[in-house]
């Protein structure tokens, strides 16, 4: 037996536990840590079946070439050359910025330097990017605008400290599930109070004093509305206002716009609700915010995350334990993969690409002449250009954008659109289905590196297995990527070495090695190696000097109902499954209970369609069609439609709007116009709740 | 008696290795006790019941039962050595005692004897549980225990091959183990009383529907509690097929699912929340005794440190008779 501790490949939460394997060395359990600090001897049913999926059958073991309009095994020389040298040709021939690269919050902090450190140094383009554009963008914008740094501003040990919680766009419990229990028990046993706006009825609803279910794309006017009554009620804190913020005038003049009455007409709940919701917030002593996709995931997203900064800054909320705006990353990596600039704005610890010392700086240390100094393409935007022919080559590391990303058939345009496309990844998915060449990586049991969870805590991942197959780690196959398109400067003999560069070359992460994170993990910010790391942002200062008021005015969803589409289509993740399913989907209980595509909807809804629970449906948008299994249920309201997005069999994002907020790139995945109807020959499904 | 040091003890375990897979209770890289093999991580036979359950040995989470290819079918088969375990406390003792018989009657589970037969079980208890917790010494239900003084262990053979086994042992001094019987006798049993004053007001049927639908309310249906639980039997069958082998995997299932009791009907005599949560306390506190004789939660407490919701078998039967007692 051997037992390898190592963190958790699904949500942000990182949870550490044991990969055992047996003496075969096949994985064959999952025991929790009972010292982490997070885990506590304790998972989510996520992480304790994190273990079977590794072997599944499915598995990509060897590299493909298509050929012939089919995949051909080949070996690794052969098809890590046809990667490179099509890449460059396209660069000669298109130039630097027609090809890009896709990261992924899925693989680790040394992976995305590198692939970040791959497109730059070797390939000299910007355009790279993960999927924390379509999660999170909104958020890093947004809370790097207001706070001077665009992450979560406490622990997650705070949630039990809280007096008061406020979770709006977080459906805790499911998609966070060790902050979610402790956000109740702090409820339940200690007696915070808990705030809930989400017009699901979300287990944490269920606590919830106060339970607002306002209208999908309402966030900006019911926060207004909310601050508009605790500056009438004078509950703000004039001190924390006054010595920390800037830019109060402002926020007061717009707020006044919003009295309560007016935010419950738009939101479509009752100004005592929002006056209720606006004292509970201001009169607790810690206060803290709690968000997620609900809030991040619109046109108006980075405006949505701007506002609950305004509110966490107006009642001096910031700063201490027990409070703080606490954005939930989605992804066990997706903090780390924004950390280490896989973004095309910024180099590794958010130091921007326009600024000539900043590149200077990576200049020197990376041994090239002159990095490219205009912001690049992101995942939206980059699958636009290639629809438009704009972008000729792709390579992409662990995403799925043919289930992930907004509007599947312009996706699959886009690929197919696409001169070339390379595809790492450890299954075969959707989107290698359009790939010239596919390269099958190790999992994250067959490697070591670190993950960077929600909390800004950098925690190792360690090699329990030997790869399978011929499958190689990520970081292996991009030093061998970087070395065949003729860049010298990517030779590392572990991911530790990676490390090392990174610590000097991110000020934030300079105090990280993995000697020092062998037990525990490091909180950034960690600006040297006798620092303790940082748990609570913004003690007595912000980043930026004073925190920003940027207050923001309501603007509708990029495309309501209509009498043709009469219903609001909302997308988001179940417990039971992660994104799109590559992992969950292949391992055993998880797929077992749910495995396919449903979509809720609201019984009075249901009975005026004629629709019966488990009745196969069609789901129609402006985009596609897809068929789902009706779930009759007042988890949502009247109106509203919400689907995961996990299934290729009901592809939710086949439905989906890619319509953008302006500043960020994000897609609006929480609004779009949808009607429903029963599918042709429909067959009944049973269900359970 | 005779007495050991957990020095003493270890190089006693290291001496029969080759007659025995032994498995003892060892410290991992961040502290975390789990069963291994000796020199994986430091013995640590202190600290009281491992997080995992002990009976994993016998019954794991994940094992292949069964390998096919074309014109050959392979059968699980015995390990070469006998399984010596190390490090169950008396709860778990009476744990693998009820497993022995569930997977035994009426159907003799040969996966699971494979293993179970001819293994060594070596109990620990005495003054060597957490926090400095008194553990309750066993019923005699295991080969050999150790009896923890406070500094060393009194080693006591129950069976023949425990005495056959204790012979083996260097002889660290002599030892009473009258006055840790006393200590142990006199220990509480609150946790067995409130265990079982909860499931006779269950079996009275004064815990009503509303009681569980607040459990189900909180559960997240981590499975936890199943997975850690030493009398959770349940497991689920499947074929992997990859090319032309198959292997048939049997693997822990947990009644907190609803796919657990769904029927290929799709009806589920489990379809809510709150009768999940009842299954768990109702099985083990009332189906069982009706079934076995006896309630099949011995008290180790392993699914109140396992639950991030507070349901613990314990938290759960302490608000029943609160309640409803």
Same mark, same amino acid.
């Given at each position: ?34 010292? *982490? ?13 994190? #273990?079977? #999926? ?28 046809? %990667? ?9 021939? *298109? ?9 992924? &919050? ?55 400290? &809280? ?41 944490? $609803? ?43 005038? !402002? ?25 209720? &919701? ?27 995350? =701007? ?93 799925? @954008? ?31 289905? #359009? ?11 067959? !490697? ?55 610590? =000097? ?17 490091? +909180? ?10 940082? @748990? ?21 969803? $990029? ?13 988001? /993740?179940?417990?039971?499954? #992660? ?36 009745? /196969? ?57 949808? =009607?429903?109807?029963?599918? +042709? ?9 | 008696?005779?007495? %050991? ?215 997240? $249906? ?57 299954? /768990? ?45």
């Amino acid at each position: 037996m051997n037992r390898t501790l190592t963190t958790c490949p699904y949500c942000g939460t990182g949870c550490q536990f044991y990969l055992v394997a047996d003496d075969a060395g096949r994985l064959v359990s999952v025991e929790p840590s009972t010292e *982490h600090a997070v885990s506590r001897g304790q998972l989510c049913v996520k992480g304790w079946n994190a #273990f079977e #999926f590794v072997h599944h059958p499915d598995r990509l073991t060897q590299p493909l070439i298509r050929g012939n309009g089919r995949f051909e095994p080949a070996a690794w020389d052969e098809a890590l050359d046809l %990667v490179a040298t099509r890449l460059v040709d396209l660069q000669k021939r *298109h130039g630097p910025d027609s090809v890009a690269f896709f990261s992924s &919050a899925k693989t680790t902090n040394e992976e995305n330097y590198l692939m970040m450190k791959l497109a730059r140094a070797a390939f000299h383009t910007n355009n790279v990017d993960h999927c924390a554009r379509l999660c999170h963008s909104s958020m890093v914008a947004g809370l790097a605008a207001a706070f001077g740094s665009g992450a979560m501003t406490n622990s997650i040990s705070c949630m039990e400290e &809280a007096d008061c919680i406020f979770v709006t766009g977080s459906n805790t419990t499911e998609q966070h599930p060790l902050i979610g229990t402790r956000i109740m028990r702090n409820v339940l046993e200690r007696g915070a109070k808990l705030i809930v706006s989400d017009n699901r009825k979300i287990r944490l $609803a269920r606590f919830a004093d106060v339970h607002l279910r306002p209208r999908n794309g309402t966030d900006v006017p019911l926060l207004n509305s909310m601050m508009n009554v605790i500056l009438r009620e004078r509950l703000e804190d004039k001190q924390f206002v006054a010595s920390r913020t800037e830019n109060y005038q !402002k926020l007061r003049d717009v707020v006044a716009e919003y009295p309560p009455e007016k935010g419950a007409e738009i939101c479509g709940v009752t100004a005592d609700e929002i006056v209720r &919701a606006a004292r509970t917030f201001a009169e607790a002593d810690r206060a803290m915010i709690v968000y997620s996709m609900g809030i991040t995931q619109h046109t108006h997203g980075v405006d949505n995350v =701007r506002s609950c900064a305004n509110l966490a800054m107006l009642t001096g909320n910031l700063g201490r334990p027990g409070t703080g705006v606490n954005p939930l990353r989605g992804q066990n990596n997706v903090q780390g993969a924004c950390d280490m600039g896989a973004l095309p704005n910024v180099y590794s610890g958010y130091q921007k690409v326009t600024e000539a010392p900043i590149r200077a700086k990576f200049e020197e240390a990376w041994g090239v002449e002159s990095l490219p100094a205009e912001v690049g393409l992101g995942v939206t935007t980059a699958i636009d250009a290639a629809a438009e022919g704009k972008l000729k080559g792709l390579l992409v590391m662990g995403e799925n @954008p043919m289930l992930s990303d907004p509007d599947q058939n312009h996706v699959r345009r886009a690929l197919e659109n696409l001169e070339f496309l390379a595809v790492i990844d450890i299954f075969p998915t959707q989107t290698s289905q #359009f790939a010239h060449v596919v390269l099958p990586a190790a999992s994250y049991a067959e !490697k070591d590196g670190t993950f960077t969870s929600t909390e800004r805590r950098v925690q190792r991942v360690r090699k329990a297995i030997d790869p399978l197959g011929g499958s190689r780690p990520d970081w292996e196959i991009l030093c061998e990527m970087g070395r065949r398109a003729g860049y010298a400067g990517m030779h590392y003999d572990s991911p530790s070495d990676v490390m090392d560069e990174i610590g =000097r070359l991110t000020p934030i992460y300079a105090g990280i090695a993995y000697d020092r994170i062998r037990r525990v993990g490091l +909180q950034w910010p960690c600006p040297d190696r006798r620092h303790a790391g940082t @748990p609570v942002l913004h003690v007595g200062a912000f980043k930026r000097g004073r925190g920003l008021f940027s207050p923001a005015r309501y603007k509708p969803p $990029a495309e309501l109902p209509d009498a043709q589409y009469p219903f609001v289509l909302s997308t988001g /993740r179940c417990y039971w499954h #992660f994104h799109t399913g590559t992992m969950t989907r292949r391992s055993r209980l998880l797929d077992r209970e749910v495995h396919d595509g449903y979509v809720e909807i609201n019984p009075d809804d249901a009975r005026a369609l004629g629709i019966r629970d488990g009745q /196969r449906v069609t789901v129609t948008t402006r985009r596609a069609e897809v068929t789902a299994v009706a779930r009759v249920t007042d988890v949502v309201i009247q109106g509203v439609l919400f689907m995961p997005f996990h299934f290729e069999e009901g592809p939710a994002n086949a439905l989906t709007n890619n319509a953008l907020d302006p500043e960020c790139k994000i897609p609006e995945y929480k609004v779009c116009a949808a =009607r429903v109807g029963s599918a +042709q020959g429909a067959a009944y499904e049973s269900r359970d709740v | 008696m005779k007495a %050991v040091t957990s020095d003493q003890f270890e190089t006693f375990l290291a001496s029969v290795t080759s007659a025995f897979d032994v498995r003892v209770p060892i410290a991992l890289e961040d502290g975390t006790r789990s069963l291994g093999r000796l020199g994986e991580g430091p013995l640590v036979l202190a600290g009281g019941a491992l997080p995992g359950k002990p009976t994993a040995v016998f019954f794991p989470q994940f094992e292949t039962t069964l390998t096919y290819r074309p014109g050959c079918v392979q059968m699980q088969q015995a390990p070469e050595r006998p399984l010596l375990v190390v490090g169950l406390t008396s709860e778990d003792a009476n744990c693998l005692e009820f497993m022995d018989r569930f997977f035994n009657e009426p159907f003799h589970d040969d996966v699971y004897f494979h293993k179970r037969a001819g293994a060594v079980i070596v109990v620990v208890s005495g003054r060597c549980g957490p926090n400095g917790r008194f553990l309750k010494i066993s019923r005699g239900n295991c080969d050999l225990e150790l009896v923890s003084d406070g500094a060393r262990f009194v080693v006591v053979p129950h069976t023949e091959t425990g005495r056959h086994l204790c012979d083996r042992i260097d002889n660290g001094g002599e030892a009473s183990l009258d006055p840790l019987q006393r200590e142990s006798d006199a220990l509480g049993t609150e946790f067995a009383d409130t265990v079982n004053r909860a499931s006779e007001l269950m079996r009275q049927d004064k815990v009503p529907e509303a009681f569980w639908q607040e459990l189900g309310d909180r559960c997240i $249906a981590c499975t936890g509690c199943n997975l850690v639980c030493p009398t959770c039997t349940c497991f689920d069958v499947y074929d992997w097929k990859c090319g032309k082998l198959v292997e048939r995997q049997r693997l822990w299932d947990s009644c907190q699912l609803s796919g657990f009791a769904r029927e290929a009907s799709g009806f589920n005599p489990l379809s809510t929340e709150g009768s999940r949560a009842r299954r /768990r306390i109702h099985h083990k506190l009332v189906a069982d005794p009706q079934r076995w004789g006896s309630i099949t939660c011995f008290h180790c407490g392993r699914c109140d440190d396992v639950c991030p919701a507070g349901l613990g078998i314990r938290a759960v039967c302490q608000k029943i008779v609160e309640r409803y007692g």
